[in-house]
């Protein structure tokens, strides 16, 4: 909160993208790398070509886009992705659609594109609490991963 005003809606949009976005990379990270510090839990395998890469250099890839406002923020529907898949391949949102089928059945892809069709039809406008919840949600999700990561390298 710069000069005690409160974000704007879009700002709290962008500060709940950058958290979540954090927690995703975290959560699908599965490579201890060495570091200055020890063993870190900093790397992962991308969803839809499975290479490895650091997470700080992957993005949240998002199999419904992110103009999607009911799936935006669903775990189920972001995963660690590389910035090959996750740019000049749109997304590659058939291997996407596979791995999510392989991880979470058939149900979960469905109930996703459900979703996507009640966005298109009815849309969605972010209450500024729903916003505020989504980032305390992810914020604590993080630091949990986090200090859990931490504990199980020691």
Known sequence: MKNGKRPSIPQLVRIADAVFSKYIRLRDATTYVQTEDGL?????????????????????????????????????????????????MMGEQYKHSQAISNRYGELVLLALTKLERQYKQHGHKWTREELETIIATYRKKFLELRNKEACSVL
Request: a positive charge; aromatic letters at 6%.
């Open 40 to 88: 870190s839990l900093d790397a992962g395998p991308c969803i839809t070509c499975n290479r490895i890469g650091p997470i700080k250099y992957m993005d949240c890839g998002h199999f419904i886009t992110r103009g999607c406002k009911l799936t935006r923020f669903d775990e189920r529907n972001a995963h660690l992705q590389c910035k090959r898949c996750n740019g000049p």
